[in-house]
């Protein structure tokens, strides 16, 4: 059994009875988890910022720290792990995407963010099953493998299967 912790624009596949996938602190961070029911895989990444082209640098250190880089090595990682074939096989979920800094909505980097990785999804002909986005808490999402639920923990809340 292994815990694999994401930080900010990090991304990982588990797939292990007993393996559980889980990143903390999303405030307008967006965590794209997805799941193969036929591999029993999930990957995870959690999104910083909506677009690469503010730091083309940055994005081929770290693709996963950019909505439109972080969807298509995601699904790069999902078919290493087998889930090869048919996309519209794999289920996907969001969440994240709070304005928890900008209460002058300022920036909405959240709602951009979220938008940001909709858009990747649908120039790949996917979309998201469920989602918990947006607001203005921080959330916490974990994963096992186990069972596959989506389990989003924020202060004050009691947790949230999505």
């Given at each position: 059994m292994s815990v694999v912790t994401l930080g900010i624009g990090e991304y990982g596949v588990v797939k292990n009875p007993g393996d559980v996938i889980k990143t903390h602190a999303l405030g307008s961070c967006?965590?794209?988890?997805?799941?193969?029911?036929?591999?029993?895989?999930?990957?995870?990444?959690?999104?910083?910022?909506?677009?690469?082209?503010?730091?083309?640098?940055?994005a081929e250190k770290l693709p996963g720290y950019f909505a439109d880089?972080?969807?298509p090595v995601l699904l790069q990682m999902m078919k290493g792990m087998g889930a090869a074939g048919n996309l519209k096989k794999?289920?996907?979920?969001?969440?994240?995407?709070?304005?928890?800094?900008?209460k002058n909505?300022?920036?909405?980097?959240g709602k951009r963010n979220a938008l940001a990785i909709k858009k990747a999804l649908w120039q790949q002909r996917m979309g998201a099953v469920a989602e918990?986005?947006?607001?203005?808490?921080?959330?916490?999402?974990?994963?096992?493998?186990?069972?596959?639920?989506?389990?989003?923990?924020?202060?004050?809340?009691?947790?949230?299967?999505?």
């Open positions: 967006v965590a794209i988890i997805i799941l193969d029911p036929t591999t029993r895989s999930i990957g995870m990444v959690h999104v910083a910022l909506p677009e690469s082209k503010v730091h083309p640098a940055r880089t972080a969807v794999l289920v996907v979920k969001l969440t994240g995407g709070a304005n928890v800094m900008d909505n300022t920036f909405n980097i918990e986005v947006g607001g203005t808490i921080s959330r916490t999402v974990t994963v096992a493998v186990d069972d596959g639920k989506v389990v989003v923990t924020s202060p004050g809340r009691e947790p949230l299967n999505i």
